[in-house]
């Protein structure tokens, strides 16, 4: 970043012409694939959207005779310290494309955080603090790495160029974007109509993630469905700075444990990517069999005939249990070892098909006079979200203390140390004083 004196009190900021090397010194490219149509359609497969594909392919044919590789940006803001497997639908595509021999960014978005992206969201998000993005920030690539090659990933943090700025620069900035364009977005427009707030740093998000596009020089750039209106103010902001528009390749939201819910920590219906072995194969094992081609469709590295053979078999008769055991040591492996993925089967098939009690298991202390209510205990051990969830699993006979069904909803347990469990994965040593 080159910053030239200041004048009338405003610096003038100069946007960076030559991007620090991302990859250390040794590491050796790879070479750009040549056959363009082949890496189209390769870089196509799974993904919701690619704009625009005409313009992309004269990337890939120009990449491919001139041997330079196009810049593919992907940018995350820290809002939370894991990195989970919904976000590797999008880590596994940037990986594709490293392989094929282009220049992967992994941008972190420690100043967009400070506003906090909203996208998808219908009320306001608390902006994180400086001290909060960069502790989370401190794990963020370290995760990414288990997917993307850590010797050929350029990182960056978007508060480079963001933050020297200034008022002045930002006003700029503003001024190359309208109020209506960004009203557009679905989720304020929405807000709009149910009279709900919308803070002005809220409208500054899609400007500054759009500006990363103009600072990193971007050919293309990855994202969710969710992110799309995001990617396109980058093209937008590219044509304002005299640089040739990036494309946008979106992938789909991967839902949650739930089945509905895009995956996310705040909805809790997530699996990180440094999970323990055992409760990552366990909630693989947990999602419905229909869920379950979803995840094969996205998260698997199997191509696309050894899926269409699994479903053959499905149809045939095999259970689906065991496909799905496949792709949970498929992940296991990934993310940990083969080693650990037969550990974890084997303590599966142990602690939830024969019904042993697993050796380790969160324990609690809870005050409880003389007696707590089994609802209460459920929602404290964290084996419930909320007491109404604690009831609907005993009306629905998913609870047991120390092996034995619990039916009645206002049992009060007494003093005493008890094996609390909840479904087939849920289990919590519980004292009661």
Known sequence: MRVLPARNGCATVIMPTEPKPAAPPGAVPLPISSRTDEALARIKRGSAELLVESEFAQKLERA??????????????????????????????????????????????????????????????????????????????????????????????????????????????????????????????????????????????????????????????????????????????????????????????LEGLDGVEKMSKSKNNYIGITEKPSEMFGKVMSISDEQMWRWYGLVSQRDADEITALKRQAADGRNPRDIKVLLAKELVTRFHSAREAELADFDFMARFRAGAIPDEMPAFTLAGGDGLGIAALLKQAQLAPSTSEAIRNIEQGGVKIDGEKVGDRTLLVKPGTYVVQVGKRKWARVTVV
């Open 64 to 253: 491919a005779v001139t041997g330079t590789p196009l810049r593919c940006k992907l940018g995350l803001d820290p809002t939370a310290p894991d990195i989970h497997i919904g976000h590797t639908v999008v880590l596994n595509k940037l990986r594709q494309l490293q392989d094929l021999g282009h220049t992967v960014i992994f941008l972190i978005g420690d100043f967009t955080s400070m506003i906090g992206d909203p996208s998808g969201r219908n009320t306001t998000r608390p902006p994180l603090t400086r001290e909060q993005i960069e502790s989370n920030a401190q794990t963020y690539f370290e995760q990414a790495a288990l997917v993307l090659d850590r010797e050929r990933t350029e990182i960056r943090y978007n508060s480079e160029w963001s933050e020297p700025l200034g008022a002045a620069g930002l006003i700029k900035l503003a001024a190359r974007y309208t109020l209506a364009r960004l009203l557009e977005r679905d989720d304020f427009a929405k807000r709009m109509q149910e009279n709900a707030p919308i803070a002005m740093h809220e409208l500054l998000y899609p400007l500054m993630q759009g500006y990363d596009s103009v600072a990193l020089k971007s050919d293309l750039e990855l994202g969710g469905t969710d992110q799309k209106f995001n990617l396109l103010v980058g093209r937008e902001l590219q044509r304002h700075y005299g640089q040739e528009p990036q494309c946008i390749l979106t992938m789909p939201l």
